[in-house]
DNA sequence: TTCCTGACTTGGAGCGTTCCAATTCAGGGT
DNA sequence: ACCCTGAATTGGAACGCTCCAAGTCAGGAA
């Protein structure tokens, strides 16, 4: 391409000062005397100098950037908690270096690249990692860690909605509707759906309905939903209402009940959990357990600021509450027939 | 946090060699002495040596990276499209910096960034920037934009789908179901979205069926979908079938269907276009022009690669054929009534 | 005039690597 | 014993920038 792009010292040369003013002048200084300035930026247009981010972030000993680990641009949830970390970033003049990957061992070769890129620090956003090794890059950077609280620790930020009060509002409110068989469909193994299930089973045991508790085995994805609500419907008695560990398997559910001739929301209602902008599609018009997502991502961004800039020591951990989101999955029980 | 680093110089000291053998032993070079590197590789363990990407971006004159700019990470059509580039990128040993921005002035500046880092390689997953632009960023890296074909030029790759034929395509499954009555729900004036509709119109004509060309103006998402469906389906003779400019709004047109009282595909066949994981989510069940998206983005990667390795001068453009992938959103017609 | 001051400007020393030419050194051939 | 070779290793010069101590220079005070 472009032979050899023009440098610092090319633009010197042609405005006619020393290299150390042209970098004086392009980094705003006041110092600068305005036709210096003019001349110097007259010329960086001319030859179309670009600095070189690699020597600057060499030279100052800082890239001005942070690290974004996702767990999988797929799901939507991500989408919208990386729109706040963006814009946060950008608020802050930074740049953003977006990494992704599913599995552990491709998380710790992204989040190495990111390092020896020099981040000044790093966003996890429903990561897969071990407590140790969120701990080791804790040494070497500030980390804020979204959607999960199960790892602390000295700079170890975290931002989540707490799960189980969320359980329990979405339990409250299908009571509230009139439902007494709310069956959950897990979410496996993560530890959010880990709290999520405990906070539907504290919740059915607060309204009374200790008896009612049923949990099927899932997953967060369309097929585990489908599968767990399946089965979930098949029993007898039918449970009138379906809590989902996630908004994605919310939607496997819904599509469970439909193969099931059952209608959405007069046979079986269903509620879900996240929030997402997937489920306000209006075809699916999914009522769920909303977590403020993008501001969750703005709040980790901001805080991981505070520690780059030295406004504060101690880790952080923040829990901002979820809410119940009514859409068009969700009704009142069909009247109690001879079951 | 962790003061100072240790630099390729503490490895050499604590290995009891010179950095510059450090430098070829971390690189794998054969020409090092085997014991050499062994007490090498153990120093630099030992410290917890990471390599400054910036210092080695900067002395080799290469930053080993290529950078992506995708328009809106919400759409599950790019991180299809992203899965193939990840790929790709990873397999050649590069790393990727990702970018998103909606607004053409976010667009132009977060790929500024991207070229002061000195990306060796752009991939433009639907940007939305003008002809000179693109061809002005040319000039300076190899280009490879992802399911426009609009804009080419020395410099420029692409790879996209023919959606004309696409477009085709749906209207002669449709019009091989029994249906004549086939309205277009178009997407606005992105460069794609006139190219299936100028598709849809010919395929039409193509058909015998120009007396029924009917075209709604709507946009690429669900609200534009819902929108212009609603008013197709209000019209009469109502149509039969929808050929939706994607499959976001043609999630909203079949909202629409619903909240008209009207049931897909009993009594309005729908049909999108790009073949996302979201339309194969079991409750939606959408029929649609699929494209090939992460293949999309492995071969952008991949034929950008083949610039930067200087195997290939000349620009390339592909294009993929697309399919029909009937789903639950079509079937034949209702038997004809006194309309 | 001389000195001082403050506003500008400058050269040079890094930052942590890579790359290259040059050096060392052991062993084999003579 | 001597030269040559090739394998292994090395020092130093970049790379393009920032930062700092030091320099220049006009104009005002003495």
């Known amino acids: 391409m ?4 023009p440098t610092i010292h090319d633009v010197a040369a042609r405005a006619g000062v020393s290299k150390s003013l042209v970098s004086l002048a392009l980094r705003g200084s006041p110092a600068v005397a305005d036709a210096s300035r003019t001349a110097i930026l007259a010329a960086a247009a001319e030859l179309g100098y670009r600095p070189n981010a690699a020597a600057r972030s060499l030279a100052a000993r800082s890239s001005r950037t942070v690290g974004v680990l996702v767990l999988d641009l797929h799901n939507p949830v991500f989408a919208e908690v990386l729109d706040g970390v963006l814009a946060e970033v950008r608020a802050h003049g930074y740049s953003t270096m ?7 061992a491709i998380q710790t070769s992204e989040i190495d690249k990111l390092l020896e890129f ?3 620090g790093l966003v996890l956003v429903s990561h897969r990692l071990a407590a140790a090794a969120v ?3 804790a040494t070497e950077t500030p980390v804020a860690v979204v959607t999960r609280g199960d790892i602390t ?5 975290t931002v989540r909605n707490d799960d189980r009060l969320g359980a329990h509002l979405a339990v409250e409110y299908l009571v509230g509707l009139g439902h007494r068989r ?9 530890p959010v759906a880990a709290d999520r299930e405990l906070g539907y089973r504290q919740a059915m045991v607060a309204a009374g309905l200790a008896q009612q508790v049923r949990v099927l085995p899932g997953s967060l994805d369309d097929a585990g939903g489908h599968g767990a609500a399946t089965l979930a419907l098949a029993s007898r008695p039918r449970p009138t209402a379906l809590f989902v560990a996630n908004d994605f398997a919310a939607m496997g559910a819904m599509a469970a009940a439909v193969d099931a001739g059952l209608r959405v929301p007069r046979d079986v209602s269903v509620v879900g959990y996240d929030g997402t902008q997937l489920g306000a599609l209006r075809s699916i018009g999914l009522t769920s357990i909303a977590q403020p997502l993008t501001e969750m991502g703005r709040l980790a961004a901001e805080g991981l600021f505070a520690r780059i800039e030295g406004r504060r020591r101690r880790a952080q951990n923040l829990v901002l509450p979820a809410e119940v ?3 068009s999955s969700t009704a009142p029980p069909a009247p109690a027939r001879t079951e």
């Not at 620790?153 to 930020?157: R, S, Y």
């Open 98 to 104: 977006v990494v992704t990957g599913l599995d552990p």
């Open 2 to 5: 472009s032979v050899a792009r």
């Open 325 to 327: 989101v009514v859409r």
């Open 118 to 120: 020099q981040v000044e």
């Open 182 to 190: 709310i069956a959950h469909i897990g979410g496996g193994d993560d």
């Open 153 to 157: 620790g000295p700079g170890i930020d």
């Open 135 to 137: 701990r080791a890059i």
